[in-house]
């Protein structure tokens, strides 16, 4: 296991190489000179010169991103464009409310998902099937920033029970989390469901049927923990979207978070800034997602003796 | 008081789909003493499993349901039982194996708690008494009582089976229903198997209801056979009898279809045609389109059971008088 974890891990190395090239590159290429949006409108274009030689941006492309990655690799991001500050420390700031929002809107999608998954595939073509069924097609359809400005609109504008923007208080939490985590909630009802109906079926809930196990149980115990093999696979991979809706989400509410920055810092052509935040959120993921592969272990015994 | 323990009367079960309705079990008769064995014999989609799971009250449902008729378990009836007395018998006074080891365990709970689990429900014992009996049942089929904290893919087909049966058999029911379990193992250790139920059932006296398509197997284990076409039991008798005197035509048929050792036939016999279609039961006796014998009265009519012999029943015109066979039967 503990081999696995390592190796798993050393794994994490290839994925931010891979992803910082992306980001980097896609900067490079955009239009816009950051000399000029450092120095502002009315600069001399000698001074601009001046100032590309020193950031070293006349350099080659390959030059310029080795350069990036040696500095990153000691926590060096640089410094951002636009506020001169160093980019680690602000993003860092800024990490722990994107997590919260994140891990909110997560337990959200679990809390709704899991549950009405297994009434609707206990109660199959029941009318709360049907009703879950459609709520889940409406939960997946609806954009996360449209969700977000209705949900501010009834909640905060027409009822005034809760606040739109700012990130003080738990009432603060609840609209984002609630407006970036329906989305999750529908595909994850819908996994459940699918899984559920699918274990419901097999031979060994039949062998515990006719063991006098209460259905209850036959649902709770021998089924559920079957069918959450998949089902933990997907909020595993919903994480990284929700990391990416929380992008579109803290703009509409105003959520103080890595999102937000990141969104002002393309806005800005601030490359440290964007590639800090992209940096942050990729090895997230990537966290997240070992700790979904070693849940596996704990839930299913034949995957634990593979992880040796 | 009697020595019956399962008394079933006129039982049909029934699959409703929008397909059609498949009529699965029409009008099944069957008794059971204690501590004896009745080979319930057919060919595939003849019925046996529904029955069994009938007698459970486990059809899966939907589509399934049983229709009419009644199942009594020691002079009881349960059809009517509430789900929550039913679950009492499940498991504790009837047990089932199933017919395939490889998926009829839980593979995310060790055999262990599986074991446990039905000792626990009937015998009211803590957690870790039933976990201790459960290591004890497992030395009785044969597996060390250390594995019991293993998990069904540790375990090879045929202990899968033992595990199965040390289920089935941790409450010591009054009546184990056995589906066929011998048909997904390997020969060598299908006699094991079937060696080791004999000798638990003989040990606990328990009656058996033993579900397969090989009268091998009948002949070495059964009291009593019923032979199963379409839904039907169409012959019914002790074991002698039926191996000395086969008498419907189509337990004949599954006679001749078994290679015979001491004489030389260049080719089997099987029965002609298929199985018919169970959305659409033939008219009259459901076996005359592949009967050799039938006639226009066959089709026309049902044939009821006949006793040809003290407890030898069989469902055919012939015995009836009603019909004569073309030549022997």
């Not at chain 1, 990153?72 to 980019?87: E, I, K, M, Q, W």
């Not at chain 1, 992209?278 to 593979?306: C, E, G, W």
């Not at chain 2, 799971?53 to 229709?67: A, D, E, Q, S, Y």
């Not at chain 2, 069904?152 to 184990?176: D, E, T, Y």
């Amino acid at each position: 296991m503990h081999k696995y974890i390592l190796r798993r891990l050393l794994l994490l190395i290839p994925v931010i190489l891979g992803v910082t090239f992306l980001v980097f590159t896609i900067m490079y290429f955009t239009p816009g000179d950051p000399a000029k949006l450092i120095l502002g409108e009315s600069a001399q274009p000698a001074q601009v010169e001046a100032l590309r030689e020193e950031m070293g941006l006349n350099d080659p492309f390959i030059v310029q991103y080795v350069r990036f990655i040696t500095k990153a690799l000691t926590g060096d991001f640089g410094r951002s464009y636009s506020t001169n500050r160093p980019v680690f420390d602000e993003v860092f700031a800024r990490f722990p409310a994107t997590l919260k929002l994140t891990a909110a809107a997560m337990l959200i999608a679990i809390a709704i998902g899991i549950p009405v998954g297994i009434i609707s595939a206990t109660k199959q073509y029941s009318a709360l099937d049907s009703i879950s069924m459609i709520g889940a097609l409406i939960g997946v359809s609806m954009p996360v920033f449209w969700l977000g400005l209705m949900l501010i609109l009834v909640f905060s504008v027409n009822l005034r029970l809760l606040p739109s923007s700012g990130s003080e208080t738990i009432k603060h939490l609840i609209l984002p989390a609630f407006s970036l985590g329906v989305g999750s909630a529908a595909i994850i009802t819908r996994m459940t469901r699918s899984s559920m109906l699918e274990v419901i079926r097999q031979d060994y809930i039949r062998t515990a049927r006719s063991k006098g196990v209460a259905e209850k149980k036959v649902v709770n115990k021998h089924a559920l923990k079957n069918a959450l093999i998949p089902v933990v696979t997907v909020v595993g991979l919903q994480f990284g979207g929700l990391l990416g809706g929380a992008v579109l989400t803290e703009s509409v509410f105003s959520w103080p978070g890595v999102g937000r920055l990141m969104v002002d810092a393309i806005r800005q052509k601030d490359s440290p800034m964007v590639l800090a935040s992209v940096v942050f959120i990729s090895v997230t993921f990537s966290f997240v997602n070992l700790l979904v592969d070693l849940l596996y272990a704990f839930i299913d015994p034949r995957i634990k003796s593979q992880y040796r | 008081m009697s020595n019956e323990f399962l008394n079933i009367k006129n039982l049909h079960i029934h699959y409703v789909t929008e397909e059609g309705t498949v009529k699965a079990v029409n009008g099944v008769n069957m008794e059971i003493n204690k501590g004896e064995t009745l080979g319930l014999v057919g060919e595939t989609g003849a019925g046996k499993t529904t029955t069994a799971l009938g007698i459970l009250r486990l059809v899966p449902n939907p589509p399934g349901k049983i229709i009419d008729g009644e199942i009594f378990l020691e002079g009881q009836s349960i059809l009517e039982l509430p789900e929550d007395e039913m679950r009492m018998i499940r498991g504790n006074k009837v047990s089932m194996i199933f017919q395939d080891p490889m998926t009829a365990l839980n593979p995310v709970m060790t055999v262990g708690e599986q074991i446990s689990e039905v000792i626990e429900i009937h015998e009211k014992l803590s957690n870790k008494e039933a976990f201790e009996k459960a290591k004890k049942m497992l030395e009785l089929v044969g597996i060390p009582g250390a594995r019991a904290v293993d998990y069904p893919h540790q375990f090879s087909g045929g202990m899968k089976q033992r595990v199965v049966i040390a289920i089935a058999l941790a409450c010591n029911p009054g009546l184990l229903i056995a589906d066929e379990p011998t048909t997904a193992l390997d020969v060598t250790i299908q006699a094991q198997v079937l060696e080791l139920m004999n000798n638990l059932k003989n040990e606990f006296n328990t009656a058996m209801l033993l579900i397969t398509h090989d009268l091998g197997v009948v002949a070495e284990v059964c009291d009593k056979v019923a032979i199963m076409y379409a839904g039907e039991i169409v012959e019914y008798s002790k074991i002698e009898d039926l191996f000395e005197n086969p008498s419907h035509p189509y337990t004949r048929g599954l006679f001749g279809s078994i290679p015979n050792l001491d004489e030389e036939v260049d080719r089997l016999k099987p029965i002609k045609g298929l199985m018919p279609d169970p959305t659409n039961l033939p008219s009259g006796c459901k076996f005359h389109p592949r009967c050799p014998h039938a006639t226009e009265y066959c089709k026309e009519n049902h044939p009821e059971d006949t006793e040809i012999a003290p407890e030898h029943k069989v469902k055919c015109h012939i015995y009836t008088g009603q019909v004569k066979p073309k030549g022997e039967i």
